[in-house]
Protein backbone atom coordinates (compact mmCIF):
# COMPACT_ATOMS: atom_id res chain seq x y z
CA UNK A 1 0.00 0.00 0.00
CA UNK A 2 1.68 3.28 -0.83
CA UNK A 3 1.87 6.25 1.57
CA UNK A 4 -0.77 8.10 0.00
CA UNK A 5 -3.15 5.24 0.10
CA UNK A 6 -2.25 4.67 3.63
CA UNK A 7 -2.88 7.49 4.96
CA UNK A 8 -6.51 8.26 3.08
CA UNK A 9 -7.66 5.02 5.14
CA UNK A 10 -6.05 6.28 8.29
CA UNK A 11 -8.90 7.37 10.74
CA UNK A 12 -8.84 11.29 10.82
CA UNK A 13 -7.25 13.54 12.82
CA UNK A 14 -8.98 15.37 15.56
CA UNK A 15 -10.68 18.46 14.72
CA UNK A 16 -8.71 21.62 15.44
CA UNK A 17 -9.67 23.52 18.44
CA UNK A 18 -11.73 26.24 16.69
CA UNK A 19 -10.02 29.67 17.97
CA UNK A 20 -12.33 31.43 20.03
CA UNK A 21 -13.38 34.43 18.21
CA UNK A 22 -14.82 38.22 18.82
CA UNK A 23 -16.50 41.05 16.75
CA UNK A 24 -13.38 43.50 17.21
CA UNK A 25 -11.15 41.06 15.44
CA UNK A 26 -13.11 42.46 12.81
CA UNK A 27 -11.75 45.56 13.65
CA UNK A 28 -8.36 44.27 13.92
CA UNK A 29 -7.50 42.14 11.07
CA UNK A 30 -10.79 43.04 8.08
CA UNK A 31 -9.77 45.35 5.52
CA UNK A 32 -12.10 48.12 6.95
CA UNK A 33 -14.42 48.52 3.95
CA UNK A 34 -17.38 46.88 6.05
CA UNK A 35 -19.09 48.14 9.68
CA UNK A 36 -20.27 44.92 10.42
CA UNK A 37 -23.21 44.58 13.19
CA UNK A 38 -22.07 44.69 16.57
CA UNK A 39 -22.83 41.13 17.20
CA UNK A 40 -21.78 37.89 15.14
CA UNK A 41 -24.25 35.21 13.82
CA UNK A 42 -23.03 31.83 14.69
CA UNK A 43 -26.74 29.35 13.43
CA UNK A 44 -29.43 30.32 11.64
CA UNK A 45 -32.87 28.09 10.55
CA UNK A 46 -35.55 29.36 8.00
CA UNK A 47 -35.92 32.67 9.35
CA UNK A 48 -34.55 32.94 12.50
CA UNK A 49 -30.66 33.63 13.71
CA UNK A 50 -28.89 33.72 16.64
CA UNK A 51 -25.42 35.15 17.95
CA UNK A 52 -22.60 34.04 19.70
CA UNK A 53 -24.53 35.06 23.47
CA UNK A 54 -27.56 32.97 21.93
CA UNK A 55 -29.88 35.94 21.05
CA UNK A 56 -32.41 35.16 18.38
CA UNK A 57 -32.99 37.68 15.82
CA UNK A 58 -36.05 37.26 13.03
CA UNK A 59 -34.21 38.05 9.71
CA UNK A 60 -36.17 40.13 7.78
CA UNK A 61 -32.46 40.93 5.52
CA UNK A 62 -32.05 37.66 4.05
CA UNK A 63 -28.81 38.30 4.00
CA UNK A 64 -29.44 41.07 1.79
CA UNK A 65 -31.99 39.20 -0.25
CA UNK A 66 -29.88 36.21 -0.95
CA UNK A 67 -31.42 33.33 1.85
CA UNK A 68 -34.27 33.31 -0.88
CA UNK A 69 -35.44 29.88 1.31
CA UNK A 70 -34.14 30.83 4.58
CA UNK A 71 -31.40 29.38 6.09
CA UNK A 72 -29.86 25.74 6.26
CA UNK A 73 -32.92 24.27 4.04
CA UNK A 74 -33.07 20.90 4.11
CA UNK A 75 -32.99 20.31 0.08
CA UNK A 76 -30.25 22.96 -0.08
CA UNK A 77 -28.06 20.94 3.01
CA UNK A 78 -29.02 17.69 1.07
CA UNK A 79 -27.79 18.89 -2.47
CA UNK A 80 -24.95 20.41 -0.86
CA UNK A 81 -23.51 17.49 0.79
CA UNK A 82 -24.45 15.01 -1.84
CA UNK A 83 -22.69 17.03 -4.01
CA UNK A 84 -19.64 17.41 -2.06
CA UNK A 85 -19.15 13.81 -1.94
CA UNK A 86 -19.42 13.36 -5.72
CA UNK A 87 -17.17 16.03 -7.43
CA UNK A 88 -16.24 19.80 -6.23
CA UNK A 89 -14.41 21.34 -9.20
CA UNK A 90 -13.02 20.96 -12.51
CA UNK A 91 -13.42 24.03 -14.37
CA UNK A 92 -14.13 25.16 -17.49
CA UNK A 93 -12.58 22.87 -19.54
CA UNK A 94 -14.32 20.06 -18.75
CA UNK A 95 -18.16 20.91 -18.40
CA UNK A 96 -20.39 18.99 -15.10
CA UNK A 97 -23.84 17.92 -14.69
CA UNK A 98 -25.37 20.05 -12.31
CA UNK A 99 -24.47 23.25 -14.40
CA UNK A 100 -25.92 21.69 -17.36
CA UNK A 101 -28.94 20.72 -15.62
CA UNK A 102 -29.07 24.07 -14.03
CA UNK A 103 -28.67 25.81 -17.21
CA UNK A 104 -31.32 23.65 -19.08
CA UNK A 105 -34.01 24.67 -15.63
CA UNK A 106 -33.59 28.53 -16.61
CA UNK A 107 -33.45 28.25 -20.29
CA UNK A 108 -36.60 26.14 -19.80
CA UNK A 109 -38.41 28.60 -17.72
CA UNK A 110 -37.36 31.61 -18.94
CA UNK A 111 -36.50 34.07 -22.49
CA UNK A 112 -33.22 32.33 -22.81
CA UNK A 113 -31.65 30.56 -24.56
CA UNK A 114 -28.03 30.25 -23.39
CA UNK A 115 -26.49 30.74 -19.89
CA UNK A 116 -23.20 31.89 -18.70
CA UNK A 117 -22.12 31.08 -14.75
CA UNK A 118 -20.40 33.09 -12.54
CA UNK A 119 -20.17 33.73 -8.70
CA UNK A 120 -21.58 37.08 -8.02
CA UNK A 121 -24.19 39.20 -9.51
CA UNK A 122 -21.28 41.79 -10.38
CA UNK A 123 -19.61 39.26 -12.34
CA UNK A 124 -22.92 38.42 -13.98
CA UNK A 125 -23.30 42.24 -15.00
CA UNK A 126 -19.43 42.36 -15.93
CA UNK A 127 -20.79 39.65 -18.19
CA UNK A 128 -23.40 41.27 -19.58
CA UNK A 129 -21.70 44.79 -20.15
CA UNK A 130 -18.94 42.86 -21.96
CA UNK A 131 -21.12 40.72 -24.44
CA UNK A 132 -23.89 43.81 -25.16
CA UNK A 133 -20.05 45.51 -26.28
CA UNK A 134 -19.16 42.37 -28.05
CA UNK A 135 -22.03 41.84 -29.64
CA UNK A 136 -22.07 45.83 -30.76
CA UNK A 137 -18.45 45.62 -32.33
CA UNK A 138 -19.09 42.61 -33.93
CA UNK A 139 -22.32 43.77 -35.52
CA UNK A 140 -21.79 47.12 -36.19
CA UNK A 141 -18.39 48.50 -35.65
CA UNK A 142 -16.48 49.80 -33.05
CA UNK A 143 -18.22 53.08 -32.62
CA UNK A 144 -21.14 51.57 -31.66
CA UNK A 145 -20.22 51.15 -27.85
CA UNK A 146 -22.36 53.84 -25.22
CA UNK A 147 -24.05 52.38 -22.29
CA UNK A 148 -26.86 54.41 -21.04
CA UNK A 149 -27.79 53.84 -17.23
CA UNK A 150 -29.96 55.46 -14.28
CA UNK A 151 -28.81 57.51 -11.37
CA UNK A 152 -28.70 55.69 -8.67
CA UNK A 153 -28.59 52.57 -10.33
CA UNK A 154 -26.28 49.78 -8.13
CA UNK A 155 -24.82 47.06 -10.46
CA UNK A 156 -21.95 45.60 -8.14
CA UNK A 157 -18.57 46.82 -7.22
CA UNK A 158 -16.05 45.46 -10.28
CA UNK A 159 -15.29 48.71 -12.50
CA UNK A 160 -17.09 48.30 -15.54
CA UNK A 161 -19.85 47.16 -13.43
CA UNK A 162 -19.66 50.03 -10.69
CA UNK A 163 -19.14 52.88 -13.13
CA UNK A 164 -22.75 51.74 -14.62
CA UNK A 165 -23.96 52.02 -11.23
CA UNK A 166 -25.34 55.46 -10.89
CA UNK A 167 -24.04 56.51 -7.42
CA UNK A 168 -20.43 58.72 -8.09
CA UNK A 169 -19.67 57.66 -4.05
CA UNK A 170 -19.03 54.08 -4.86
CA UNK A 171 -17.23 54.42 -8.24
CA UNK A 172 -14.96 57.79 -7.65
CA UNK A 173 -11.38 57.92 -7.19
CA UNK A 174 -10.32 54.85 -8.55
CA UNK A 175 -8.84 56.72 -11.42
CA UNK A 176 -9.99 56.70 -15.08
CA UNK A 177 -13.48 54.84 -15.71
CA UNK A 178 -14.82 53.04 -18.51
CA UNK A 179 -15.57 55.10 -21.29
CA UNK A 180 -19.24 55.78 -22.14
CA UNK A 181 -21.28 54.91 -19.90
CA UNK A 182 -24.02 57.93 -19.49
CA UNK A 183 -26.81 58.15 -16.80
CA UNK A 184 -30.47 59.54 -16.82
CA UNK A 185 -32.88 59.69 -13.91
CA UNK A 186 -34.76 56.46 -13.15
CA UNK A 187 -38.34 56.31 -14.68
CA UNK A 188 -37.70 59.58 -17.12
CA UNK A 189 -39.02 58.71 -20.39
CA UNK A 190 -38.56 61.94 -21.73
CA UNK A 191 -35.16 61.55 -20.05
CA UNK A 192 -34.68 58.12 -22.12
CA UNK A 193 -35.63 59.62 -25.53
CA UNK A 194 -33.19 62.55 -25.59
CA UNK A 195 -30.13 60.33 -24.56
CA UNK A 196 -31.11 57.68 -27.75
CA UNK A 197 -32.17 61.43 -29.84
CA UNK A 198 -28.70 62.45 -28.62
CA UNK A 199 -26.57 59.05 -29.06
CA UNK A 200 -28.47 57.07 -31.24
CA UNK A 201 -27.12 54.47 -33.00
CA UNK A 202 -24.05 54.54 -31.20
CA UNK A 203 -25.96 53.13 -27.97
CA UNK A 204 -25.15 49.06 -27.46
CA UNK A 205 -26.97 48.93 -24.39
CA UNK A 206 -29.50 50.17 -21.87
CA UNK A 207 -28.76 48.62 -18.59
CA UNK A 208 -32.02 49.01 -15.39
CA UNK A 209 -32.77 47.21 -12.70
CA UNK A 210 -37.03 46.49 -13.01
CA UNK A 211 -36.71 47.97 -9.52
CA UNK A 212 -34.24 49.57 -8.09
CA UNK A 213 -33.44 47.96 -5.02
CA UNK A 214 -30.08 49.53 -3.07
CA UNK A 215 -31.64 52.87 -4.68
CA UNK A 216 -34.56 53.16 -2.96
CA UNK A 217 -36.86 50.43 -3.38
CA UNK A 218 -38.11 52.45 -6.53
CA UNK A 219 -40.26 50.60 -8.87
CA UNK A 220 -40.06 51.17 -12.71
CA UNK A 221 -42.96 52.14 -14.35
CA UNK A 222 -44.31 49.69 -16.81
CA UNK A 223 -43.59 53.64 -19.47
CA UNK A 224 -40.37 53.62 -18.63
CA UNK A 225 -39.13 49.87 -18.81
CA UNK A 226 -41.68 48.88 -22.20
CA UNK A 227 -39.68 53.03 -23.90
CA UNK A 228 -36.59 50.72 -23.19
CA UNK A 229 -37.62 48.22 -24.91
CA UNK A 230 -38.66 50.68 -27.88
CA UNK A 231 -35.75 52.63 -28.30
CA UNK A 232 -33.46 49.69 -28.03
CA UNK A 233 -35.14 47.99 -30.39
CA UNK A 234 -35.38 50.54 -32.47
CA UNK A 235 -31.57 51.45 -32.49
CA UNK A 236 -30.39 48.07 -32.35
CA UNK A 237 -29.29 48.35 -28.67
CA UNK A 238 -29.60 45.46 -25.90
CA UNK A 239 -31.70 45.83 -23.06
CA UNK A 240 -29.84 44.54 -19.93
CA UNK A 241 -32.40 43.45 -17.42
CA UNK A 242 -30.30 43.16 -14.21
CA UNK A 243 -32.84 40.88 -11.90
CA UNK A 244 -29.92 40.37 -9.29
CA UNK A 245 -31.83 41.37 -6.89
CA UNK A 246 -35.48 41.34 -8.47
CA UNK A 247 -35.28 37.91 -9.48
CA UNK A 248 -35.38 34.31 -8.47
CA UNK A 249 -39.34 34.73 -6.88
CA UNK A 250 -38.53 37.89 -4.62
CA UNK A 251 -41.99 39.99 -6.49
CA UNK A 252 -43.85 36.81 -6.96
CA UNK A 253 -42.94 35.50 -10.23
CA UNK A 254 -39.54 33.42 -11.24
CA UNK A 255 -38.15 37.12 -12.89
CA UNK A 256 -39.52 40.42 -12.48
CA UNK A 257 -39.48 41.10 -15.63
CA UNK A 258 -42.64 38.34 -16.19
CA UNK A 259 -44.89 41.21 -14.56
CA UNK A 260 -43.93 44.21 -16.70
CA UNK A 261 -44.90 43.41 -20.41
CA UNK A 262 -41.20 43.47 -21.77
CA UNK A 263 -38.88 41.13 -22.35
CA UNK A 264 -34.67 41.66 -22.22
CA UNK A 265 -31.39 40.55 -24.41
CA UNK A 266 -29.64 39.61 -21.40
CA UNK A 267 -30.65 38.94 -17.82
CA UNK A 268 -28.28 38.64 -14.70
CA UNK A 269 -29.04 36.61 -11.72
CA UNK A 270 -27.39 36.05 -8.24
CA UNK A 271 -28.39 36.67 -4.90
CA UNK A 272 -31.52 34.41 -4.30
CA UNK A 273 -30.47 31.80 -7.26
CA UNK A 274 -27.47 30.44 -4.83
CA UNK A 275 -30.22 31.13 -1.58
CA UNK A 276 -26.54 31.40 0.24
CA UNK A 277 -24.07 29.61 -1.97
CA UNK A 278 -22.16 32.13 -4.12
CA UNK A 279 -23.37 31.74 -7.82
CA UNK A 280 -24.18 34.17 -10.29
CA UNK A 281 -25.38 33.78 -14.04
CA UNK A 282 -25.92 36.04 -17.34
CA UNK A 283 -28.85 34.48 -19.64
CA UNK A 284 -29.54 35.75 -23.08
CA UNK A 285 -30.41 34.72 -26.66
CA UNK A 286 -28.59 32.48 -29.06
CA UNK A 287 -28.16 35.51 -30.89
CA UNK A 288 -26.42 37.02 -28.86
CA UNK A 289 -25.14 34.86 -26.91
CA UNK A 290 -22.86 33.76 -30.44
CA UNK A 291 -20.75 37.13 -29.76
CA UNK A 292 -18.68 35.11 -26.89
CA UNK A 293 -16.38 32.62 -28.63
CA UNK A 294 -14.45 30.55 -27.46
CA UNK A 295 -11.99 32.20 -24.94
CA UNK A 296 -13.48 35.80 -25.44
CA UNK A 297 -14.86 35.79 -21.61
CA UNK A 298 -14.69 33.11 -18.80
CA UNK A 299 -14.24 32.83 -15.13
CA UNK A 300 -12.46 29.24 -13.19
CA UNK A 301 -15.08 29.46 -10.79
CA UNK A 302 -18.20 29.38 -13.58
CA UNK A 303 -20.72 26.72 -13.32
CA UNK A 304 -18.86 25.04 -9.96
CA UNK A 305 -20.45 21.59 -9.16
CA UNK A 306 -21.08 22.59 -5.22
CA UNK A 307 -22.89 26.12 -6.57
CA UNK A 308 -24.84 24.97 -9.18
CA UNK A 309 -25.97 21.73 -7.19
CA UNK A 310 -27.30 23.72 -4.35
CA UNK A 311 -29.14 26.61 -7.10
CA UNK A 312 -30.54 23.43 -8.97
CA UNK A 313 -32.38 22.41 -5.42
CA UNK A 314 -33.48 26.03 -4.83
CA UNK A 315 -34.56 26.59 -8.61
CA UNK A 316 -37.20 23.53 -7.99
CA UNK A 317 -38.69 25.17 -4.59
CA UNK A 318 -38.79 28.27 -6.11
CA UNK A 319 -39.87 27.43 -9.17
CA UNK A 320 -43.82 26.37 -7.86
CA UNK A 321 -47.02 28.09 -7.85
CA UNK A 322 -47.11 27.40 -3.82
CA UNK A 323 -44.09 29.38 -3.30
CA UNK A 324 -44.63 31.98 -6.11
CA UNK A 325 -48.12 33.04 -4.43
CA UNK A 326 -46.96 32.59 -1.06
CA UNK A 327 -44.76 35.12 -2.24
CA UNK A 328 -48.23 37.42 -3.23
CA UNK A 329 -49.81 36.52 -0.08
CA UNK A 330 -46.55 37.62 2.16
CA UNK A 331 -46.57 40.66 0.70
CA UNK A 332 -50.30 41.50 1.75
CA UNK A 333 -49.48 40.22 5.13
CA UNK A 334 -46.51 43.04 5.07
CA UNK A 335 -48.47 46.08 3.63
CA UNK A 336 -51.48 45.52 6.12
CA UNK A 337 -48.78 45.02 8.69
CA UNK A 338 -46.83 48.27 7.71
CA UNK A 339 -50.10 50.05 6.89
CA UNK A 340 -51.48 49.19 10.75
CA UNK A 341 -48.04 50.13 12.17
CA UNK A 342 -47.77 53.61 10.19
CA UNK A 343 -51.06 54.50 11.23
CA UNK A 344 -49.65 54.70 14.99
CA UNK A 345 -46.35 55.94 14.45
CA UNK A 346 -46.31 58.10 11.26
CA UNK A 347 -42.89 57.27 10.48
CA UNK A 348 -43.35 56.57 6.57
CA UNK A 349 -44.09 59.11 3.67
CA UNK A 350 -44.33 55.73 1.74
CA UNK A 351 -45.10 52.01 2.13
CA UNK A 352 -44.45 50.09 -1.34
CA UNK A 353 -42.52 46.93 -3.24
CA UNK A 354 -43.43 44.28 -4.33
CA UNK A 355 -43.61 40.13 -3.28
CA UNK A 356 -41.45 39.74 -0.34
CA UNK A 357 -38.96 42.99 -1.10
CA UNK A 358 -40.58 45.97 0.70
CA UNK A 359 -39.53 49.69 1.03
CA UNK A 360 -40.62 51.84 3.88
CA UNK A 361 -39.14 55.81 2.87
CA UNK A 362 -38.95 57.93 6.40
CA UNK A 363 -40.83 61.03 6.39
CA UNK A 364 -39.18 64.33 6.11
CA UNK A 365 -37.99 64.71 10.08
CA UNK A 366 -36.44 61.22 9.66
CA UNK A 367 -34.71 61.36 6.49
CA UNK A 368 -30.84 60.19 6.58
CA UNK A 369 -31.14 58.50 9.58
CA UNK A 370 -32.41 54.98 8.42
CA UNK A 371 -29.15 53.13 9.81
CA UNK A 372 -30.38 54.30 13.26
CA UNK A 373 -33.30 52.04 12.06
CA UNK A 374 -31.31 49.00 11.55
CA UNK A 375 -29.40 49.40 14.61
CA UNK A 376 -32.78 49.98 17.14
CA UNK A 377 -33.75 46.67 15.15
CA UNK A 378 -31.04 44.49 16.45
CA UNK A 379 -31.86 45.58 19.88
CA UNK A 380 -35.17 44.18 19.17
CA UNK A 381 -33.76 41.15 18.05
CA UNK A 382 -34.53 41.58 14.38
CA UNK A 383 -32.19 42.17 11.09
CA UNK A 384 -33.21 44.70 8.98
CA UNK A 385 -32.30 46.46 5.79
CA UNK A 386 -31.21 49.84 4.56
CA UNK A 387 -32.07 51.41 0.88
CA UNK A 388 -29.86 54.64 0.82
CA UNK A 389 -30.12 56.88 3.88
CA UNK A 390 -33.63 57.38 3.74
CA UNK A 391 -35.01 54.37 3.25
CA UNK A 392 -36.04 51.22 5.40
CA UNK A 393 -35.82 47.42 3.48
CA UNK A 394 -37.49 44.30 4.61
CA UNK A 395 -36.00 41.24 2.04
CA UNK A 396 -37.24 38.06 4.17
CA UNK A 397 -36.72 34.61 2.79
CA UNK A 398 -39.80 33.89 0.06
CA UNK A 399 -40.89 31.39 2.31
CA UNK A 400 -40.89 33.19 5.42
CA UNK A 401 -43.20 31.64 8.23
CA UNK A 402 -46.24 33.78 8.98
CA UNK A 403 -45.57 33.64 12.48
CA UNK A 404 -42.52 35.39 12.04
CA UNK A 405 -43.81 37.80 9.97
CA UNK A 406 -45.78 38.42 12.88
CA UNK A 407 -43.36 38.34 15.79
CA UNK A 408 -40.50 40.16 13.29
CA UNK A 409 -43.77 43.15 12.48
CA UNK A 410 -44.25 43.23 16.72
CA UNK A 411 -39.86 43.52 16.46
CA UNK A 412 -40.40 46.41 13.80
CA UNK A 413 -42.64 48.47 16.10
CA UNK A 414 -40.35 48.38 18.95
CA UNK A 415 -37.46 49.47 16.94
CA UNK A 416 -39.69 52.45 15.28
CA UNK A 417 -40.95 53.58 18.64
CA UNK A 418 -37.45 53.58 19.83
CA UNK A 419 -36.28 55.51 17.44
CA UNK A 420 -38.81 57.87 17.72
CA UNK A 421 -38.85 58.41 21.25
CA UNK A 422 -35.14 59.69 21.09
CA UNK A 423 -36.45 61.98 18.68
C1 LIG B 1 -29.37 44.98 -8.49
C2 LIG B 1 -28.01 44.49 -8.07
N1 LIG B 1 -27.08 44.25 -9.00
C3 LIG B 1 -25.86 43.81 -8.68
C4 LIG B 1 -25.50 43.58 -7.38
C5 LIG B 1 -24.12 43.08 -7.05
O1 LIG B 1 -24.16 41.74 -6.65
P1 LIG B 1 -22.91 41.10 -5.86
O2 LIG B 1 -22.81 41.82 -4.57
O3 LIG B 1 -23.26 39.65 -5.74
O4 LIG B 1 -21.72 41.32 -6.71
C6 LIG B 1 -26.43 43.83 -6.37
C7 LIG B 1 -26.06 43.65 -4.95
O5 LIG B 1 -26.64 44.18 -4.05
C8 LIG B 1 -27.72 44.28 -6.72
O6 LIG B 1 -28.65 44.55 -5.79
Known amino acids: MSALSAAASAPPAAAPSKMPVTRAMFDQFMVPC ?123 RTFFAVTAGGQAKYSSGFGPKPAGVSHIAYNDVAALEAEFAREGDAI ?39 EIQSGMGRTGTLFSYMQKGIVPDILTSAKGLGGGFPIGAMLTTDKVAAAFSVGVHGTTYGGNPLACAVAEAVFEIINTTEVLDGVKARNRLFQEGLKRINASCKLFADIRGEGVWLGCELVAAYRGRAMEFVRAGHDAGLLLLVAGPDVLRLAPALTIGLDDIIEGLGRFEQALQKVAGQG
Not at 65 to 72: D, E, F, K, N, S
Open 34 to 156: YAPAPFVPVRGEGSRVWDQQGRMYIDFAAGVAVTALGHCHPAMVKALGDQAKTLWHVSNWMTNEPALRLAKKLIDNTFAERVFFCNSGTEANEAALKLARRYAFDKFGESKYKVVSTLNAFHG
Open 204 to 242: CAVILEPMQGEGGMLPGTPEFLQAARRLCDRHNALLILD
